[in-house]
């Protein structure tokens, strides 16, 4: 039972774009930095961004990542079929027995 | 280019210590700034942090996992390992090692291509 929630599933057609959102606490997104992980079908996650908003090198800037408060969004613009894939977010919770929690999961569908 | 493969038993029994490798290679554990990860993935479900170990052998676990967990690293073959003892059922997952990076807060950014341990007699 993951500490950070996300929509199941979004959906859009090509082209269109897709939020995902997901929502912490002040013990984790409040007060740490959110990195976002694409899961595509039988794979290795792989990182889109990291301290909220940064994307690695090799990551086009379809993807984008915000944070307020205590949740944070992940955007995919320009949507493809390749985009087709679940999409995580992770952070570092700093309550007692810190550690390191990642999201639900959402799957994204292009329709 | 940093690569990490994990190596390790597919079947491990009920009440045994799945143990599992991760190698790396394109850089070296030793030269510090990583924390050097395992993270699992019940099938169909979502990821779970299990710990990891900084180069100098600290280690962070998962507190829902920590009276089972050790990781260790080896400088010398450029490797780390998973052990997780007293495993059930509930333990069968792919199992993913990963170097966590650190800019402002931990991160993700290289992933083995993960091994399935499937807990069964």
């Known amino acids: 039972q993951s500490v950070l929630t996300q929509p199941p599933s979004v959906s859009a057609a090509p082209g269109q774009k897709v939020t995902i959102s997901c929502s912490g606490s002040?013990?984790?997104?409040?007060?740490?930095?959110v990195s976002w992980y694409q899961q595509l079908p039988g794979t290795a996650p792989k990182l889109l961004i990291y301290?909220?908003?940064k994307r690695p090198s090799g990551i086009p800037d379809r993807f984008s990542g915000s944070k307020s408060g205590t949740s944070a969004t992940l955007g995919i613009t320009g949507l493809q079929t390749g985009d087709e894939a679940d999409y995580y977010c992770?952070?570092?919770?700093?309550?007692?027995?810190?550690?390191?929690?990642f999201g639900t999961g959402t799957k994204v569908t292009v329709l | 280019q940093v690569q990490l493969q994990e190596s390790g038993p597919g079947l491990v029994k009920p009440s045994q210590t799945l143990s599992l490798t991760c190698t790396v290679s394109?850089?070296?554990?030793?030269?510090?700034?990583?924390?050097w990860s395992w993270i699992r993935q019940h099938p169909g479900k979502g990821l779970e942090w299990i710990g990891y170990i900084y180069y100098s052998g600290s280690t962070y676990y998962n507190p829902s996992l920590k009276s089972r967990v050790t990781i260790s690293v080896d400088t010398s073959k450029n490797q780390f390992s998973l052990k997780l003892s007293s495993v059930t059922a509930a333990d069968t997952a792919v199992y993913y090692c990963?170097?966590?990076?650190?800019?402002?807060?931990?991160?993700?950014?290289?992933w083995g291509q993960g091994t399935l341990v499937t807990v069964s007699s």
């Open positions: 002040s013990s984790n997104i409040g007060n740490n930095y």
């Open positions: 301290d909220n908003n």
């Open positions: 992770g952070t570092w919770d700093s309550s007692l027995s810190a550690h390191y929690v």
């Open positions: 990963a170097r966590g990076a650190y800019s402002s807060s931990v991160f993700f950014d290289y």
């Open positions: 394109g850089g070296s554990i030793s030269s510090g700034g990583y924390y």
